[in-house]
T-cell receptor, first 115, second 111 residues
């Protein structure tokens, strides 16, 4: 499986600021995804990061709040903008497995706390 | 009704026991199914993929019942190290490569 890294691994931020999370993969992948996992809950897909075009956002998530970049096939960023305590969560990127249909592998996650 | 629902747990079982979790899904057009394992404060790790009727890997067996729209995960001879949260994920073709996750089932294996 692909080796996926995320930066930062954790951060504590002040209300109203923004944080950009990076996701790096050691091989080229077609699909990259961003998920949120709030305490004690399951994963919710925020958006699909498309290389060369705008991200595709899920219901309840908007580009102004969660801008995403995907400059190439191995890298993506997610920005959490104008943060509030409700944004405290774990943010995970995942990538598809080109050899097995619909399989996804996850990065280690970024644990965000907003004060 | 949620798109993917799981037994909430927690399941508390002794070492050596056999335990089974169920996961029901609402969309009959779902194509592929996955079980992930998530340890505390870690990312989900893929445990098994199910594309047809089922899959088996050592002590773990996943079975798909399309008629009743559920998949199950059976763990035999439970180990202490099996303690984790097990997440079911379902792909729905009309949503491209999107996976929808269940809320997870907590398993605690005790000595």
């Amino acid at each position: 499986s692909a080796v996926i890294s995320q930066k930062p691994s954790r951060d504590i931020c002040q209300r109203g600021t923004s944080l950009t999370i990076q996701c790096q993969v050691d091989s080229q992948v077609t699909m990259m995804f961003w998920y949120r996992q709030q305490p004690g809950q399951s994963l919710t897909l925020i958006a699909t990061a498309n290389q060369g075009s705008e991200a595709t956002y899920e219901s309840g998530f908007v580009i102004d709040k969660f801008p995403i970049s995907r400059p190439n096939l191995t890298f993506s960023t997610l920005t959490v903008s104008n943060m509030s305590p409700e944004d405290s969560s774990i943010y995970l990127c995942s990538v598809d497995n080109p050899r097995r249909y619909n399989e996804q592998f996850f990065g280690p996650g970024t644990r965000l706390t907003v004060l | 009704r949620k798109e993917v629902e799981q037994d909430p747990g927690p399941f508390n079982v002794p070492e050596g026991a056999t335990v089974a979790f169920n996961c029901t899904y609402s969309n009959s057009a779902s194509q592929s199914f996955f079980w992930y394992r998530q340890d505390c404060r870690k990312e989900p790790k893929l445990l098994m993929s199910v594309y047809s009727s089922g899959n088996e890997d050592g002590r773990f067996t996943a079975q798909l019942n399309r008629a009743s729209q559920y998949i199950s995960l059976l763990i035999r001879d439970s180990k202490l190290s099996d303690s984790a949260t097990y997440l079911c994920a379902v792909n729905m073709r009309e949503y491209g490569n999107k996976l929808v996750f269940g809320a997870g089932t907590i398993l605690r294996v005790k000595s």
